[in-house]
């Protein structure tokens, strides 16, 4: 992964130096700022759903849950084997509100659940590069110095280059 980050840096440093010594530094602004930012925004938002999924596992979630999966491979329970006799229709009234509230206490646990893992959903991570985006462009505007072209092509340039390192990253 150093390998490629360092190769990365290489080329941007050839990049910006030819474009600085062409007289277009106005267009490597654009790049730059809008590279950076871009990648931010995708590592803040891995980092976010990372602590999202690390929140919801300490809250208990997902873990060893396959309920979900049965219902959606076996919804109608035709495939499931059964050694009980076939139950009656008439049901026992207790029984049944029993059951009732025992199906609401779960409802009450899984929205604490949600909420306990909240945090990591609206994580400032996730929103401060955004953040920094919009101002960058403001600011190139104000300035008179936006070239879109080049901005669009930093924020590609951004992505990608944060998708590969993530995926370099998540490999490792």
């Known amino acids: 992964m150093r390998r490629f980050i360092y190769g990365l840096f290489l080329v941007k ?8 010594s062409l007289g277009y530094w106005y267009w ?12 931010f925004i995708v590592f803040g938002s891995f980092h976010g759903y990372k602590t999202l999924v690390h929140k919801r ?9 396959n309920t979900v999966l049965e219902k959606i491979e076996d919804p109608y329970e035709l495939y499931e084997e059964s050694t009980e006799s076939i139950q009656d229709d008439e049901t026992d009234l207790a029984q049944v509100v029993k ?6 206490k779960q409802n009450k646990e899984s929205l604490k659940k949600t909420i306990k893992s909240t945090p990591g959903l609206f994580s400032a991570w996730r929103f401060i590069p955004y953040i920094i985006l919009v101002l960058c462009f403001i600011g190139l505007n104000n300035n008179h110095i936006l070239d879109i072209t080049a901005f669009l092509i930093g924020l590609g340039f951004g992505i990608v280059s944060a998708i590969f390192i993530g995926i370099r990253s998540f490999n490792q």
Not at 13 to 20: M, W, Y
Not at 99 to 104: D, H, P
């Open 99 to 104: 059951e009732e509230k025992a199906r609401l």
């Open 57 to 65: 596992l300490e809250a208990g979630e997902g873990a060893d849950d």
């Open 28 to 39: 490597l602004l654009n790049f730059e700022l809008a590279f950076f930012s871009s990648m």
């Open 13 to 20: 440093l050839v990049f910006a130096l030819t474009l600085f």
